[in-house]
Structures are given as structure tokens and as C-alpha cells.
């Protein structure tokens, strides 16, 4: 059998990449077509994934817009030539090469506010799978499942480090450090957003860094941060998890990474605009476990981070959190395979309809 799978963003790479190798191990062929935009490349070579470029994508917020009709005739292009049986991928891109191979296609995603994704996607897609944190009905063909898509990457039965991180990072052994992951907010599904504002983000890491050795991941590449007691991550981006899992704290205006902070067992706090009333259900309930914080203010970030330094007994009581979080939750990757391979394999899922319907199951949004 041919799996094709996309890679749009780095974060999708770490969505799927067990699961190519898993299905290359079983005998079948899997490639993944993948986008150049910020460190997918890096990662797919650091995996030794097998994959072509589709085009590429700055991180400007008008970026995508220019570049779709080039991506889509090169996506035409390699879907004709690999022929898939069956396709996995997040949105549109993946949904429409379905429909030019005449491949079902399974899209696996957690934003409920890429409204126009979801429109132009939909008709085309055989299956959804999302969380089941996802507050929003996207039909019959609708399944979820408990957990979040990180769990494909950083469920226990998959996640373990790659090295000896605080070597790497230069770090001693018991000193603390903190990450601060800044957001380029150029995805199509962030136009209209923003994060910290850049005076914010001077002070932010000043004040961090009065407790902590700070590290800043920046996903744009242009933030200053000259005169400031901060050191990039410039290790590979392969081993960003390893350093998040060692951390004492993660503060960040992105979205993935905090999910990856709460399963890995690091207290996180967020904040950005989509902090609110609609916010994305997987961050609404992370917060109700105990295991982020979500703030749209600037202020009681900088005071949660603060009191999250000085208390005691943090890591040990976060670590309790993760397990007890992660108790039930899948291991995605044994699905996306199971889809894979046993197309029937979804039907043993619930629909979004049936499980908010299940007695004592929470819907994504908390109560008001």
C-alpha cells in the first residue's frame, strides 16, 4: 500500500512521523509532502523521513496567499506520480489531493477556529478525527478521540528523550531554566491575532530571567533581545522537547508548544488573543487540570510565572498532574496506523455527536 501524508508545519511532522515509520517497517511505502515553513525540513531529515517539497512558506501573514496556486499544482503533481491508496493530512491541501487521487483521506485536526480550512475541506475528506476536547460539530463523518494529536508523539508509550539535554543546553544540573517560545503568527489561521507585543517581550525575559536561565525560541527570527540576559535555542529543533521536559517553566504567545508542555509535565502559560470565551477547547481543558494557564493580560502572566519559580515542590506536583492526565488517554499513533491499514478501524470510534451524548463525558468548552 501508498500512504501519503502531509507535513505543512513542523509540528505536523512530529503528528506523523511515527506512524510513516511504523507502516515502512510493516512492508508498505509511505511519503510525506511537506512544506517549507520554519524547521519541517530540518525535522523531517533529522527523522529520516522520506519526503518531497510541495513549496515553501514565509512566516508573513500574506505569505500563503501568494504562493497556494504554486502548491497546488506541485501537490498535483506528486500525487499523479506516487498514486496513494489512502491519505492523512490536517486540511485543504490533503482533503483536495484526495480527490485528485481518488484516495480516501483521513484529516486529523484541533484548531476549531479555521473556519474557512473546515469549509473548503470538508466535502472532500472521508473522515475527521480530533480530540475530544473539539468544540465544534463537523458532521457525520466525524470522530474523536480522547487525547490530544501531540499524543501521537508525546504519549508515554512513544515519548523518551533523545540525550542529555542540560549538557547540550550548557545548563548544571539541578540550575533552573525557562523557555519563552514567541509565535511569527503566520499561519492563515492567525491572521488577525497576536502575542506579546515587543516591549513585552523585553520585559518579560528580563524579569524571567532575574529567577531563571531563560532560553527563547523564536519562531519568527526577529526578535530582539540585545542588552537582555537571554540565550536562543539554537540546538537542533529535534530536541526542543527534550529541553521542554527538563524546564521548570514554558511561557509562550504560541499554541502547540503549551500542549507539549502540559503532556510533557511543564507548567505552561499562554497567552495571546485567542485567549477567551471561544478559545480552543484542548487549552480550556489543560487549564481546568491544573496543568496550564491561559491569560489574555499581560500582568498576571508575569506574576503566575513568578510565583511559579519561587513555590516548591512545582515538578514534583505537575509530574503527578501528567500521569494522572494521561492515564487514559490514546496513543495516537496506534490509531493513525490502525486507520491506516483498517480503513473500518474508525468505525469503533465515537462521532462528535454520540460522544457528547455519552453520560459524564465534558464537552470541550468549560461551563460558564
Known amino acids: 500500500m501508498n500512504y501519503l501524508f502531509f507535513a505543512n508545519t513542523p509540528a505536523h511532522v512530529h503528528l506523523y512521523r511515527n506512524a510513516v515509520s511504523r507502516l515502512r517497517d510493516r512492508g508498505h511505502d509511505a511519503l510525506v509532502l511537506a512544506r517549507d515553513y520554519g524547521c519541517t525540513l530540518d525535522l523531517l531529515e533529522y527523522y529520516d523521513v522520506p519526503h518531497e517539497v510541495y513549496g515553501e512558506l514565509a512566516t508573513s501573514k500574506y505569505s500563503l496567499a501568494r504562493q497556494l496556486p504554486r502548491h497546488y ?29 481518488g484516495a480516501p483521506t483521513v484529516l486529523i485536526t484541533d484548531s476549531e477556529n479555521t473556519h474557512l480550512d473546515h469549509a473548503v475541506s470538508r466535502p472532500f475528506a472521508d473522515a475527521y478525527l480530533t480530540p475530544h476536547t473539539f468544540d465544534k460539530d463537523l458532521g457525520e463523518k466525524h470522530h474523536v478521540f480522547r487525547g490530544f494529536k501531540e499524543c501521537a508523539y508525546l504519549h508515554p508509550e512513544e515519548w523518551e528523550p533523545q540525550t542529555d539535554i542540560r549538557e547540550e543546553l550548557g545548563v548544571g544540573p539541578d540550575e533552573e531554566f525557562v523557555i519563552v517560545r514567541l509565535n ?49 535555542f539554537d540546538l537542533h529543533p529535534a530536541l526542543l522537547h527534550d529541553a521542554l521536559a527538563e524546564a521548570s ?21 499562554r497567552s495571546n488573543s485567542f485567549v477567551g470565551d471561544d478559545d480552543m477547547g484542548n487549552f480550556t481543558e489543560l487549564e ?61 470510534l465515537p462521532t462528535r455527536r454520540t460522544y457528547d451524548r455519552m453520560p459524564g463525558e465534558p464537552t470541550g468548552r468549560a461551563a460558564d
Open 184 to 232: 511569527a503568527f503566520g499561519s492563515h489561521h492567525d491572521v488577525g491575532q497576536a502575542g506579546f507585543t515587543p516591549e513585552k517581550r523585553r520585559r518579560l525575559v528580563s524579569e524571567l530571567a532575574d529567577r531563571a536561565t531563560v532560553f527563547v525560541s523564536d519562531e519568527g527570527g526577529d526578535a530582539d533581545f540585545s542588552g537582555l540576559p537571554a540565550r536562543p
Open 73 to 101: 499544482l506541485t501537490i498535483l503533481r506528486h500525487v499523479r506520480a506516487y498514486d496513494p491508496d489512502r491519505i492523512f493530512g490536517v486540511g485543504a491541501y490533503a482533503a483536495h489531493a484526495g480527490v485528485a487521487a
Open 249 to 269: 517553566l514554558l511561557v509562550a504567545d504560541t499554541q502547540t508548544m503549551v500542549t507539549e508542555a502540559a503532556l510533557l509535565g511543564t507548567p505552561a502559560i
Open 288 to 348: 481546568r487540570e491544573g496543568l496550564i494557564y491561559n491569560f489574555r493580560e499581560f500582568r498576571p502572566v508575569l506574576e503566575t510565572a513568578t510565583d511559579l519559580l519561587a513555590a516548591a515542590g512545582v515538578a514534583d506536583e505537575w509530574a503527578d498532574r501528567r500521569e494522572a492526565f494521561l492515564a487514559d488517554k490514546v496513543n495516537l499513533t496506534d490509531l493513525i496506523v490502525d486507520a491506516a491499514t483498517d480503513p473500518t478501524s474508525l468505525r469503533s
